[in-house]
T-cell receptor, first 113, second 112 residues
Framework: KAGVTQTPRYLIKTRGQQVTLSCSPI?????VSWYQQTPGQGLQFLFE???????NKGNFPGRFSGRQFSNSRSEMNVSTLELGDSALYLC????????????FGPGTRLTVT | QQPVQSPQAVILREGEDAVINCSSSKALYSVHWYRQKHGEAPVFLMILLKGGEQKGHDKISASFNEKKQQSSLYLTASQLSYSGTYFC?????????????FGSGTRLQVQP
């Protein structure tokens, strides 16, 4: 079974630009969560989508948004990039249910200059 | 209200045991444990639900103390492959189901 895939793996952007990251979950997984990982703040929850609906959102500004498509693939968008947005962005997919195991993708390393 | 993990770092010799703690100031619904090796994605270890029993597989097990809102991860007879950073992720009992709040991590190094 193929794992979670994320594209692109590496990205360099300039302050003020916007960026879109893509995540393809494991086949059959309808829940996709996004996380930001930085050395200073650690792993922080961004949002979670299930069946094309955002069910949860973390404490991030409105510049961070996402969506999920009918095939469960998900994208996240960051507008008006700031230097502090430089991070590893991870997505994770899981099956529904209370005792769920999240499978993480390899991440997209975003560098904002 | 990020959960607090302790210790922040630990160095072991192969075969030694370790305990990693995760404490929350809020009532928990579940605690998830992940291990991340350098340059890799986090990998799921186990989940403990409120009211559930202690979990374990191989030489790694965990417990969830509801009275203390604390979970502990036990690594026994450590192997080199156990090296990495361990994170606990918590779900609050009142809100935010499926919105994990992670601790800052415990860096574990197992030496030969």
């Amino acid at each position: 079974k193929a794992g979670v895939t994320q594209t692109p793996r590496y990205l360099i952007k300039t302050r003020g630009q916007q960026v879109t990251l893509s995540c393809s979950p494991i086949s059959g997984h309808r829940s996709v969560s996004w996380y930001q990982q930085t050395p200073g703040q650690g792993l922080q929850f961004l949002f979670e989508y299930f069946s094309e609906t955002q069910r949860n959102k973390g404490n991030f500004p409105g510049r961070f948004s996402g969506r999920q498509f009918s095939n469960s693939r998900s994208e996240m968008n960051v507008s008006t990039l700031e230097l502090g947005d430089s991070a590893l962005y991870l997505c994770a997919s899981s099956l529904p249910g209370t005792a769920y195991e999240q499978y993480f993708g390899p991440g997209t390393r975003l560098t904002v200059t | 209200q990020q959960p607090v993990q302790s210790p922040q770092a630990v160095i072991l010799r192969e075969g030694e045991d370790a305990v990693i703690n995760c404490s929350s100031s809020k009532a928990l619904y579940s605690v998830h444990w992940y291990r991340q090796k350098h340059g890799e994605a986090p990998v799921f270890l186990m989940i403990l639900l409120k009211g559930g029993e202690q979990k374990g597989h191989d030489k790694i097990s965990a417990s969830f103390n509801e009275k203390k809102q604390q979970s502990s991860l036990y690594l026994t007879a450590s192997q080199l492959s156990y090296s990495g950073t361990y994170f606990c992720g918590t779900e609050w009992a009142d809100t935010g189901r499926r919105a994990l709040t992670f601790g800052s991590g415990t860096r574990l190094q197992v030496q030969p």
